[in-house]
Nanobody, 117 residues
């Protein structure tokens, strides 16, 4: 059973930065693609960044050039460095294990990111 624990969210002014962390329980971490999602009020959850087991990354167009996903397999942790934050980045952020582009683990509680203008 995989468990996900996100942290690092908070309130930040536009233009600021935050670093999110997600600790993944279970031995599958090192062999799986990981992704960061976000869900804004009234909107569907969307995939914003992913990283494969060989460190290939992909980003949604809305965050490309501002967000950086990384992973530390020794710590079973995936990170999301968010720079130049905008009010439209306000959302609850979640991580998950991906199979293809499909999340396969139960969702964690997420971490709230609020960007003020």
């Amino acid at each position: 059973q995989v468990q996900l624990a996100e942290s690092g969210g908070g309130l930040v002014q536009a233009g600021g930065s935050l670093r999110l962390s997600c600790v993944v329980s279970g031995s599958i971490f090192g062999i799986r693609t990981m992704g960061w999602y976000r869900q804004a009020p009234g909107k569907q959850r969307e995939l914003v960044a992913s990283i494969t087991s060989d460190y290939t990354t992909n980003y949604a167009d809305s965050v490309k050039g501002r967000f950086t996903i990384s992973r530390d397999n020794a710590k079973n942790t995936v990170y999301l460095q968010m720079n130049s934050l905008k009010p439209e980045d306000t959302a609850v952020y979640y991580c998950n294990v991906l199979l293809g582009l499909r999340p396969i683990a139960d969702w964690g509680q997420g971490t709230q990111v609020t960007v003020s203008s």
